[in-house]
């Protein structure tokens, strides 16, 4: 009985030390396995589940995020794969851009500035009045205007700074 106690007191001693060890852990590596990548010194995580976009963006303020702002090709190409990696397609997704305050005057839920697009021909439309959100790969590439009500899965970002030790 002594040797049971003394074998559930040390395996209990070497969990407890291997989760102090694991707390040291650079930030980076842990955000890893749980699904982020780093695209231009920014984070980003697909969300498959379809949402509202206002939905989406709520959940991405919930873990530190908010919908994806792209600022250039290349990210929106990195993000494309990131989506491509995740669900084999070039599924319509949800990023941040909007024009709902003001109709044509495009801008990014993470408050940066709205300079890069790839909107598809004849894009952004505004069809019947309605449509203010923003989806990526429409037509399986290209930006297209929506109702923010549609259900969309969603890419969130989080600056790098969030997961840096300080």
């Avoid at 030390?17 to 990548?37: H, I, P």
């Avoid at 408050?111 to 890069?116: I, L, Q």
């Avoid at 990526?136 to 969130?156: F, I, K, Q, T």
Wanted: charged letters at 20%; a positive charge; aromatic letters at 14%.
């Amino acid at each position: 009985m002594k040797i049971l106690a003394v074998c559930v007191l040390g395996c209990a001693v070497v969990v407890l030390v291997g989760a102090a060890e694991l707390t040291n852990l650079d930030k980076r590596y842990l955000l890893y396995f749980r699904g982020w990548s780093r695209i231009n010194g920014r984070l980003f995580y697909y969300v498959p589940k379809p949402m509202t976009w206002t939905q989406a963006e709520k959940y991405c303020q919930s873990i530190g995020a908010n919908l994806a702002s792209v600022h250039s090709r290349y990210e929106y190409k990195r993000i494309q794969k990131l989506i491509f990696v995740a669900t084999h397609a070039k599924r319509e997704t949800w990023i941040g851009g909007s024009d709902a305050q003001q109709e044509r005057t495009w801008l990014w839920s993470d408050g940066s500035v709205f300079r890069y697009s790839y909107w598809c021909p004849r894009e952004p439309n505004n069809y019947h009045g309605r449509q203010h959100c923003l989806q990526m790969n429409h037509r399986a590439w290209c930006w297209d205007d929506l109702e923010c009500y549609a259900r969309r899965p969603s890419v969130c970002a989080k600056k790098r700074h969030i997961w840096h030790r300080g």
